[in-house]
């Protein structure tokens, strides 16, 4: 073999090398891996601002997967990623995207989680919301533009008061105004005067209607204890009274309703006293037996009594 070959041999060794070795850095770098088992997850995320296909998927700082793709449902990110099977990812786990330098790439780091049960690997996981510098900035915007409200507002409460106060001004500066002011507050120290002397003068009286109050107050409660101990005294008697009332109000009632049956025996005219009552023969003939008697005594006035005894 020439010198010119064996130079030529080196080279192309060495380019393979090389080239070797930059394939195997890449798929360092990129996530890849051989003779590792893998199983495929899905995560929701609210944003992935950084996070590009291949990032490295790290547990607790080590590498153990890569994202594969990202898909876009409803107002979240699906972000399917690949992950060795023995992390183990318990139901109180955290996933996070992660900056992996302040300006440089984006990773997806997953805190495991202590609980004692595991996640169910065919559901998709929930993702936190991210707290890179982007998310701060914005969240630094969102609390900018809050506080520009609130000085909107204090600018608005502030212009509203000095208004209130020039109005304020205007009416107290009002020579009328203060001249009825000045009046109104003389009335008041007026009547206090007045009322002050009113109570004064006629603190006696006052008193003794107090007293005389008090003291009538005393009889009514006297007379009421009176009427309460002469209930006392007679509640036998008392009881013994109503007892007899309730007796006698249901002889009364007993003897109505004897009278509502003989009432209703005389209406009939088919029984009893109201057959006799509205029997027209029976009249007849008692008006026959008097008409007779009448005449008898007639009789016997004009022509005497004869009594043949033989």
Do not use: C
Not at 169 to 195: A, C, F, H, W
């Amino acid at each position: 073999m020439s010198h010119r070959s064996l130079n030529a041999f080196k080279v192309g060794v060495f380019v393979v090398v090389a080239l070797g070795i930059v394939i195997a850095t890449m798929f360092w770098a990129k996530g890849f891996y051989v003779h590792k088992d893998m199983r495929d997850l899905k995560v929701y995320f609210k944003m992935v601002t950084g996070l590009k296909k291949g990032d490295p998927v790290m547990v607790n700082g080590v590498i153990k997967g890569k994202v594969k793709d990202f898909e876009l449902e409803g107002d979240s990110v699906l972000v399917e990623f690949m992950l060795e099977k023995d992390v183990k990812i318990k139901k109180d786990y955290k996933i996070e995207i992660v900056s992996t330098e302040l300006l440089g790439g984006k990773t997806i780091n997953i805190s495991q989680g202590n609980s004692n049960e595991e996640v169910d690997y065919n559901v998709p996981l929930s993702g936190a919301k991210m707290n890179d510098i982007l998310a701060l900035i914005n969240n630094v915007n969102e609390l900018t533009e809050q506080v520009r409200g609130l000085v909107g507002n204090f600018n608005k409460a502030a212009e509203d008061l000095e208004n209130i106060l020039v109005s304020i001004n205007e009416v107290v500066g009002d020579p009328k105004v203060k001249n009825e002011l000045k009046s109104t507050i003389s009335n008041i120290q007026v009547t206090s005067r007045n009322l002050n002397s009113l109570v004064s003068e006629n603190k006696i009286s006052l008193k003794n209607i107090t007293d005389k109050t008090s003291g009538t107050i005393d009889k009514v409660n006297t007379t009421i204890d009176n009427v309460n101990s002469i209930l006392d005294e007679n509640k036998p008697n008392v009881e013994t009274t109503i007892k007899d009332i309730k007796t006698l109000t249901q002889k009364i009632d007993g003897l109505v309703e004897n009278l509502n049956v003989l009432v209703t025996d005389i209406q009939d005219k088919n029984k009893g006293v109201g057959k006799f009552i509205y029997d027209d023969k029976l009249f007849n003939n008692l008006n026959d037996v008097l008409l007779e008697i009448e005449r008898l005594s007639k009789k016997i006035r004009e022509e005497g009594v004869k009594i043949n005894l033989f």
